[in-house]
């Protein structure tokens, strides 16, 4: 399993993103994929997750301001980020779990400063 992150960058406080997770092969195969966030100082932090029912969960700090969507024929998942907060700034992971245990991509720094 591979995940590879993209989309990160440097964006003024109230701009938006668009982060990108590519898997290698299908998404249903897992049972669930996540974006997390590190930000400087703090240990990383489950961001928003989207279950292979396309039910979606997120975080109270960003609830109503990001999305978590996927794309099964192009075996991605994103994350559209509107409204960024300073309090965003972090390295942002993809994750994706299934029967034989969790996955993680490398990280794309995402920086919103004040």
């Known amino acids: 399993v591979q995940l590879q992150a993209s989309g990160g960058g440097l964006v003024q406080a109230g701009g938006s993103l668009r982060l990108a997770c590519l898997a290698s092969?299908?998404?249903?195969?897992?049972?669930?994929m996540s974006w997390f966030r590190q930000s400087p100082g703090k240990e990383r932090e489950l961001v928003a997750r989207i279950f292979r029912d396309a039910s979606t969960t997120y975080a109270d700090s960003v609830t109503g301001r990001f999305t978590i969507s996927r794309d099964s024929a192009k075996n991605t998942m994103f994350l559209q980020m509107n409204s960024l907060k300073p309090e965003d700034t972090g390295v942002y992971y993809c994750?994706?779990?299934?029967?034989?245990?969790?996955?993680w991509g490398q990280g794309t720094q995402v920086t919103a400063p004040a």
């Open positions: 092969g299908s998404l249903y195969r897992y049972n669930y």
């Open positions: 994750h994706a779990h299934e029967i034989t245990g969790p996955y």
